[in-house]
């Protein structure tokens, strides 16, 4: 998967509690990606990096948070969640603005 | 709604034949990929097509990119039953798109050996 690692690949948490999903990468890449998968609505984007603490929102980010201290690193905040939030969320990387996209393997989470 | 929506939502086809998949888009791109997906799997880039390309390939691969009807079809030749998977189309959307890629809801081709 490209060096690109999500932590953790699994997690089952409940209503109200906060969760910290962790993507990292060994390529440098400049811009990173979080999105989340779910049955009928294809891939959604919920946050995106293009830098060291330069983030933007995307299509689905309330009640997501992100931080990005290292290039290596993009975290993903979910403050309270919620049971709409239980999904597969993926990180993904890339070199260049709109360039090509390498994903990692995923974090499915269930919100229980 | 999507930028990128795909048709079939889903193909079953035997191994040997040829496998067809379209993406439609609604705004100017600078440039359209497809991408893979394998159950419980990430997303594998496949192609990348430009918006001044017309057609390219890739092994068994064959994409084409028709501007002027926001489409763009990506077509497997001599299918696998390895290439079953979902496939998705992901676009930018020119010169207000930032960073970001939209991606379509997929096609689930399924290749029955």
């Known amino acids: 998967d490209a060096g690109i690692t999500q932590s953790p690949r699994h997690k089952v948490t409940e209503t109200g509690t906060p969760v910290t999903l962790r993507c990292h990468q060994t390529?440098?890449?400049?811009?990173m990606y979080w999105y989340r998968q779910d049955p009928g609505h294809g891939l959604r984007l919920i946050h995106y990096?293009?830098?060291?603490?330069?983030?933007d929102k995307g299509e689905v980010s309330d009640g997501y948070s992100v931080s990005r201290s290292k290039t290596e690193d993009f975290l993903l905040t979910l403050e309270s969640a919620t049971s709409s939030q239980t999904s597969v969320y993926f990180c993904?990387?890339?070199?260049?603005?709109?360039?090509?996209?390498?994903f990692g393997a995923g974090t499915r989470l269930s919100v229980l | 709604s999507q930028q990128g929506e795909e048709d079939p939502q889903a193909l079953s086809i035997q191994e040997g034949e040829n496998a067809t998949m379209n993406c439609s888009y609604k705004?100017?791109?600078?440039?359209l990929q497809w991408y893979r997906q394998n159950s419980g799997r990430g997303l594998v880039h496949l192609i990348l097509i430009r918006s001044n390309e017309r057609e390219k390939h890739s092994g068994r691969l064959r994409v084409t990119l028709d501007t002027s009807k926001k489409s763009s079809s990506l077509l497997i030749t001599a299918s696998r039953a390895a290439d079953t998977a979902s496939y998705f189309c992901?676009?930018?959307?020119?010169?207000?798109?930032?960073?970001?890629?939209?991606f379509g809801e997929g096609t689930q081709l399924t290749v029955n050996p």
């Open positions: 390529e440098n890449h400049r811009y």
């Open positions: 705004t100017s791109i600078n440039n």
């Open positions: 992901a676009t930018d959307e020119g010169e207000t798109s930032g960073s970001r890629l939209t």
């Open positions: 993904a990387i890339s070199e260049i603005s709109v360039g090509i996209q390498y």
């Open positions: 990096s293009y830098g060291v603490k330069d983030t």
